[in-house]
């Protein structure tokens, strides 16, 4: 089945420092997603794309959706506390369809 | 957007036991997914639901293990049959909906989880 490749697993980071994370599929998205969970919560979506090569920025929250459809990128800059939390990838098909999640990277803040 | 609840939020359960866990949505939706969140692992889609017909479920997840309801267009329940300590992760009930914001068309909501350990 499709699988996404989620990198780095793990960051520790100081306050006020950027961030970078990327996501790579062996098989083509439509779709790229960027959630971030927190402790007892679901999913919640950051930041959607839709086109390759789309460049996006939600607030401090730069995604990419990569040009050949197979990787994203999500940059975070001037990381703050509330950052804290796991970060996921989604790749969707197409709508209606089941999202295929990568495997997080469990983001933490030292303030 | 859909706001979704799930109970229970958490349970600890014996082996050999079943537990159904329910999703309610705040508004009519066509399609509701199960995931499945491993401790420490990513989400795994269990099923799509649809109302009035059949679960569909993903490769390796069976319906006599997970069996699903779908009523009506805002409530759906898992069930997870003959626990194993295997079984212990959070199962998430997900919705696709309008997001409202202008540069998502729709976007898939979560609820906030069921946190199952089985003994």
């Known amino acids: 089945g499709q699988q996404l490749n989620q990198s780095p697993q793990s960051m520790f980071i100081q306050e006020g420092e950027d961030v970078s994370m990327n996501c790579t599929s062996s098989s083509i998205f439509n779709t790229w997603l960027w959630y971030k969970q927190d402790p007892g919560e679901g999913p919640v979506l950051l930041i959607a794309l839709y086109k390759a090569g789309e460049l996006t920025s939600n607030g401090r929250l730069t995604a990419q959706f990569g040009i050949t459809r197979k990787d994203s990128f999500l940059n975070i800059s001037a990381s703050i506390p509330s950052d804290v939390g796991i970060y996921f990838c989604a790749g969707q098909l197409t709508g209606n369809t089941p999202l295929v999640f990568g495997k997080g990277t469990r983001l933490s803040v030292i303030a | 957007s859909a706001v979704i609840s799930q109970k229970p939020s958490r349970d600890i359960c014996q082996r050999g036991t079943s537990l159904t866990i329910q999703c309610q949505v705040d508004?009519?939706?066509?399609?509701m997914f199960w995931y499945r969140q491993q401790p420490g692992q990513s989400l795994t889609l269990i099923a799509t639901?649809?109302?009035?017909?059949?679960?569909?479920?993903e490769s390796g997840f069976v319906i006599d293990k997970f069996p699903i309801s779908r009523p009506n267009l805002t409530f759906s329940t898992l069930t997870v049959s003959n626990m194993s300590p295997e079984d212990s992760s959070i199962y998430l009930c997900s919705v696709e909906g309008t997001s409202g914001r202008l540069w998502s068309y729709n976007e898939q909501f979560f609820g906030p989880g069921t946190r199952l350990t089985v003994l």
């Open positions: 639901a649809n109302q009035g017909s059949e679960a569909t479920y």
């Open positions: 508004s009519q939706v066509t399609m």
